[in-house]
């Protein structure tokens, strides 16, 4: 089976842009701070663009506001796949429902123990959407109504588990491409943490909102919402565990903004602080985010690779033992942005490699993650006769052919 091209793939929209703007590829490349020939290899497809910093510098030379006109896609869905995935429409009606609709209220015990059980099988479980997209619509409609007919601290318990629920359809939106769900979720998940009135709530709820901008393309307002809320948590100066691991959240949030800003020096400052809390934390799962050495690890690797730097991102990354993470989506997650380090250096047997692994911890994630299909879909473009079967075949499986 031959692979299928897009009518319009990212390289082609970057050579468009360029001619509408009527720059020269040697302007181009002189603007961005990269040789002609690297440019050129953007515009023909021979390489792909490397990171979302990239990205957005080639955004600016090019004068295109919207990020997504120039990849052709929005983040975790590629251009051949189906307009929207079969999850979304219910969970859409769920989050824009008038009102909730329950046959019987939950109590907060009950439905404190029901998202827990949501957010479990969506990390830990390989089939994790076909797990938890049946059971999102339900919780959110009990969520709201437990929110609605309670008051006092009854009330403020019901907003907790609302801003941890609302935590997850944020990630679960993103991941299936319901980009406007995505936004919708965070703004929920900071509300109700500001009604629950409590400030690592606040700070896990800034976290979903800081990921939401970030996965968007705006950078800077990531940058300002973990920034402020940094200076929230650190208006109290204690060692509970949870604050701190809510600060390291933040800062390694921070550390890939400041990759993509490419500032070096405060990425590099950030992630010496994260490393400092998660030698204090150990390894933690607060307000369902995953905070220790394993993740500050991971995020280093994959802020060097934002830098452009794909060699020492990889030598990083092979010294992470990422089995210590129980997040199938940050092993995964890991793995191929290991694969991505190693197809910018052209070892493409072990970038192949990397990518098998990806897709052995989640074949679910493989068919939905941008970077992978990316990644295989530049790995086609220089297949070789020993690469061509095991390659096909990982294509195929992620949907790519």
Known sequence: ??????????????????????????????????????????????????????????ARILNVRDLYKLTGHPLGVMPDDP???????????????????????????????????????????????????????????ASRAAVAS???????????????LYLLVRA??????????????????????????????????????GQVLSNRGHTEDSVDMCR????????????????????GGLHLLLSIQYARLRDERRTLDVLDRADELAARTGETEHHFIFFGPTNTAIHRAAATLELSRPGEAARIAERVDVGRSPSIERRHS???????????KRDDYAAIHMLQRAHRESPEESSLNLLMRATVRELLTRETATSRNELRSLAELVGVV
């Open 1 to 58: 089976m031959e692979p299928t091209h897009d009518p319009m793939p990212p390289a082609g929209r970057i050579k468009l842009y360029r001619r509408r703007r009527g720059l020269t590829q040697e302007v181009c490349a002189q603007l961005k701070g990269v040789s002609v020939g690297a440019w050129r290899k953007w515009e023909s497809g021979e390489r792909s663009v490397n990171s979302l910093a990239d990205w957005i510098d080639i």
């Open 83 to 141: 307009a929207e995935h079969e999850s979304v429409p219910p969970l859409r009606a769920a989050m824009t429902a008038y009102a909730p609709d329950v046959d019987q209220l939950s109590s907060v015990a009950e439905l404190r123990s029901a998202v827990r059980l949501a957010w479990t099988t969506w990390y830990q479980s390989r089939q994790r959407y076909t797990y938890t997209s049946p059971v999102l619509p339900g919780l959110i409609h």
């Open 150 to 164: 309670l008051d006092g601290n009854e009330r403020r318990h019901a907003q907790q588990v609302a801003a941890d």
């Open 172 to 209: 679960f939106a993103k991941k299936v491409g319901a980009q406007d769900l995505a936004v919708i979720a965070a703004d929920r998940a900071l509300t109700a943490a500001y009604e629950a009135d409590d400030p690592a709530y606040r700070a896990s709820a800034a976290w979903n909102m």
């Open 228 to 247: 402020q809320a940094i200076a929230d948590l650190q208006r109290t100066a204690d060692d509970d565990p949870v604050r701190l691991a809510a600060l």
């Open 334 to 344: 890991h793995f191929t942005h290991l694969a991505r380090a190693y197809a910018s």
